[in-house]
């Protein structure tokens, strides 16, 4: 089975700092993993996802994570964290089929001025 | 194009009273499926549908009923509400069937149950 765990339930950083926002994944065979983030009051929107292509991958907004299959993890990080970068931000792999999302708890991301 | 449209926004309900809760989107997707989301908990997979007059189980279906009779609409019903379903509940829908396609979410419906 597939699962997901976000290490940090919040991250606090000051802008124009460096964002890292970590998760673990398991799988019992090559997953597909995504990023999304949702701001206040709002639906998700999808930052990033990696399907067995390059093993780093660039989302919107200058995010990026790698997959790092020897440590079952896919990071996501910022190099310059902006004030509209507060939201909170969730990992997800593929499920069992080719439509079931398995969500992490998520990691709120606070930016402090 | 409107893409994914939830109502109401937010509801209060008291324990035992029913309610529909309406999604829809104009993207043609056939994916379309129903998620709620609670404190520390990420979100959850309710119910899903892979094309009208087709409809399976998530994690969390108890409940809930759903129906697809069309393409746009996929309606999530609560039969006798429970203050254990209060929660925020999102609608996302997506292209068929190539693999992991991106979800696009609807932006909430908040429920209170009394």
């Known amino acids: 089975a597939q699962s997901v765990t976000q290490l940090d339930s919040h991250v606090s950083v000051s802008e124009g700092t460096p964002v890292l926002l970590r998760c673990n994944y398991s799988?019992?065979?090559?997953?597909?993993l995504f990023w999304y983030v949702q701001h206040p009051n709002k639906g998700l929107q999808l930052l990033l996802k990696?399907?067995?292509?390059?093993?780093l991958v660039k989302g919107i907004n200058g995010f990026e994570a790698e997959f790092k299959k020897s440590e079952t993890s896919f990071h996501l990080t910022k190099p310059s964290a902006h004030m509209s970068d507060a939201a909170e931000y969730f990992c997800?792999?593929?499920?069992?089929?080719?439509?079931?999302?398995?969500f992490g708890s998520g990691t709120r991301l606070l930016v402090r001025p | 194009n409107a893409g994914v449209t939830q109502t109401p926004k937010f509801q209060v309900l008291k324990t035992g009273q029913s309610m529909t809760l309406q999604c829809a989107q104009d993207?043609?997707?056939?994916?379309m499926s129903w998620y709620r989301q609670d404190p520390g908990m990420g979100l959850r997979l309710i119910h899903y549908?892979?094309?009208?007059?087709?409809?399976d189980q998530g994690e969390v279906p108890n409940g809930y009923n759903v129906s697809r009779s069309t393409t746009e609409d996929f309606p999530l019903r609560l039969l006798s509400a429970a203050p254990s379903q209060t929660s925020v509940y999102f609608c996302?829908?997506?292209?068929?069937?190539?693999?992991?396609?991106?979800?696009?979410f609807g932006p909430g419906t908040r429920l209170l149950v009394l």
């Open positions: 996302a829908s997506s292209p068929t069937t190539g693999k992991w396609e991106t979800q696009y």
């Open positions: 799988s019992s065979y090559s997953p597909s």
């Open positions: 990696y399907t067995s292509a390059a093993t």
């Open positions: 997800v792999v593929g499920g069992d089929s080719s439509y079931k999302l398995i």
């Open positions: 993207m043609n997707h056939e994916y």
């Open positions: 549908s892979v094309g009208a007059g087709i409809t």
